[in-house]
Structure formats: structure tokens, C-alpha cells
């Protein structure tokens, strides 16, 4: 296989344990957030809605009415109720079949889910998330899976990840206002050096995980580890000089900063992954002139006018750039889907849903590729309506 794996930081490497915090080292205190909300009792409509919709589609799950009874009941003694493991993998997977932006949504079933509700130290969520990019990367055969940490109690705030990826690039802005690595990492770059992490003058390097034991205390942060990093290194199949622009990007997509929600009860740890679309990387990440912003330099190599719009000079840019980030994960053996194909799975997947009486709500502007949208089939039509209140969901975090 031909993808690298990266070496980890020095900072890491004097660190007796891989998983043990390095911020305690850190100097100067990073500001500390008070959270402005509490978590409240869980919701008892809720509750009852999705345990009756998990009787409805698992019809062999038992006695639907005992089990209202008894999470409501649980709810009067403790504010919350505990989902079976069942349960819990149930509303994981329908959250990912809700998620009205994502055009993968046919595998929703096979979502490989975790069940980490027991851990709530920031070392046990760090270990954990590193073995979770390791059971995801799968030597390239990249499998979907989502680990569940603890979820909120009332009064009790659970723990959070406090990057929006499990992996993601830094980036900062040099003295004389370029760009070094991802624009979109400044931030979490800024707080990882707050809390004592050091960066390089590297594009792509990793940001450390950080993670809140309590919110609004200081996180703690960890380099990730060797081993659980697969790199791809892009090369372009007809021209030589593309792989001399030293560009890669990471296999494993891992969203960790939205909150699971099943049943009213909330999992704000719960980082979860797909494989990746190749657009999402050759015509977003290294394309956005807010990103990488890398068409120029592609349409230079390239020999084309830049002197007019009117050449065509970005768009025929974007798609080297997008045959060259598909050719190298296919060359590494790294699951990546073409946008072609992955239209017609979610077309297929809408007619499944349909065989099942079930809408596919769907939000047109996010399932379009951002390259040549009226080649694929998902272009032409429109989809069922986005309602924000259908649960379970993936939801943006409050805090
Ligand atoms: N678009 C995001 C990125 O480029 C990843 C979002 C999730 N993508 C996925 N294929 N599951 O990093």
C-alpha cells in the first residue's frame, strides 16, 4: 500500500504514554468558557417517539408498551433514561439515514457502531478516538463508524471533543499575510497553541486532539499517534510534475463535533465517519480560493491562460486536480467514492427508502457535487423537504 503514515511530534514522542496528556507541560493558562446552558431532563415525548419507532422498525425488539413504561418511569427517578444497546445502534444509524446533506446515506445500516458510553476521562476519549481512526482506516478498505462516548445527565454536561475533525490540518497566516496549511484549521490551531501545542511551517500538518473532560475547563490535547494517520499523497496519472507539489490529504473524514441525538438524550462526543467523495477534496479543500486555493497553481503547471476568465482556466484546473485525488487513493487502496457513482447510490438509496414508505428528506444545495452538478443525475430533480425537528439527528453542537 502506498500510503505514508505519520511520524509523530517530538512533543508526543518525550511522553511516556502516547495517550497521556501533554497539556499539563503547557505554559500560560488558555481562557476558560463558563458553559451558558445546562443540560435539562430529558424531553419524555421524545423519549417515547423514538422508543415507539424503534419497536415499529425492529418488530422482533419485545414488549413495545413495557419499555415506554419503563424508560418513562426512569425518567421520573433520574432526569434520563439508558438506551439499550440496540437502541443506541438503532438511533446511530437512523441519525445518519436523517442527515438531510449527505449523499452516502445508502450504507446507513452497516454504520459500525461503538458503544463507549462508560468512558468519560479525556485519556480514555483520546485512546479511544485513535482506535476508532485505526478500526475506520481499515488498511484503506475504509469502513463507516461512529463511537459513542457518555452522553449529557441533567445538571452533568458529558465530555467534548473539541476539534471539528478527528483529523484536519493546521493553518495560520505569516507575517506578510500567506497562508500556510488549511485556513479552515486556524482557529483549532490557534487554541491547540494557547494550550502549549507547537506547530511547524508545514501545509499538512495533523492538529492534536483535544478534548473538554468537563466543558468549559481547559482541554486536554494528544498528538495523534503513529499508526493512526493514513495519508494519501496525490499524483496526477499523466503529468510527472503534479506529485512535486507535495500535496496529500487524509483518508478518514471523522466529524467530531456534532451531538447525537436519540430519544432526548444527547451524545456531544460522538465522532462518526463515511469515506470520502473526491470532490470533497479536489474541488472544496485544495480548491476554495478560502482554502487551499491551489487552481492557480495547477492551471500554471498546466501551461493554461490565465489572462480571462473566459478560458476556462479554474474549471479545467479543477478537474486535473479531481482526477488526481482519485487516481492516488485508488493507487494507495483507499476507499473514495466518484461523484458519478455515488449520484446514482443515493438515487437508489431514495427508492429503497421508498419501498419502506419512508421520505428522504435531502438538501439539494448540499447533495449536488460541486463539480459538474448536471452531469450526475442528482441535479435534476428535487427532494423531499428538510424538516428540522425529525429525530434522531446529528445536530450542530450549542456549546
Ligand atoms: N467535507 C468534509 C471534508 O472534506 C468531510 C465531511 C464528511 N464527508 C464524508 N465523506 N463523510 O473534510
Known sequence: MVFSLRRRHKAAAVSACPFSPASTSASGDAPRRTPSWVPQVTDRREAENFVRQFHHEQPGAGDVARRVREVLAEIDRTG???????????????????????????????????????????????????????????????????????PDRPGRPAPRIVNDQLVRYAGHRTAEGRWIGDPRGAAPTAHARDLGWKRDEEPFQVLPLMVEERPGARPEWYELPDGCVMEVPLRHPDHEWF??????????????????????????????????????????????????????????????DRSSARTLWRDRALVELNVAVLHSFQRAGVTMADHHTESERFLRHIAQEGRHGR?????????????????????????????????????????
Open 243 to 304: 506529485a512535486e507539489l507535495g500535496l496529500r490529504w487524509y483518508a478518514v473524514p471523522a466529524i467530531s463535533d456534532m451531538t447525537l441525538e436519540i430519544g432526548g438524550v444527547r451524545y456531544p462526543a460522538a465522532p462518526f465517519n463515511g469515506w470520502y467523495m473526491g470532490t470533497e477534496i479536489g474541488a472544496r479543500n485544495l480548491a476554495d480560493a478560502e482554502r487551499y486555493d491551489l487552481l492557480p497553481v495547477v492551471a500554471d503547471r498546466l501551461g493554461l
Open 80 to 150: 434520563t433514561y439508558e438506551h439499550t444497546p440496540d437502541e443506541l445502534s438503532f438511533g446511530a444509524r437512523v441519525a445518519w439515514r436523517n442527515a438531510a446533506r449527505c449523499i452516502g446515506r445508502l450504507y446507513w445500516r452497516s454504520l459500525v457502531v461503538r458503544d463507549l458510553r462508560h468512558v468519560t476521562s479525556a485519556d480514555g476519549i483520546a485512546a479511544d478516538c485513535f482506535e476508532h481512526l485505526r478500526l475506520a482506516g481499515n488498511a484503506g478498505r475504509i469502513r463507516p463508524v461512529i463511537s459513542v462516548f457518555a
Open 359 to 399: 421520505p428522504v428528506p435531502a438538501d439539494w444545495s448540499w447533495i449536488v457535487p460541486p463539480v459538474s452538478g448536471s452531469t450526475t443525475p442528482v441535479f435534476h430533480r428535487y427532494y423531499d423537504p428538510v424538516d428540522a425537528s425529525v429525530r434522531p439527528a446529528f445536530l450542530a453542537r450549542e456549546s
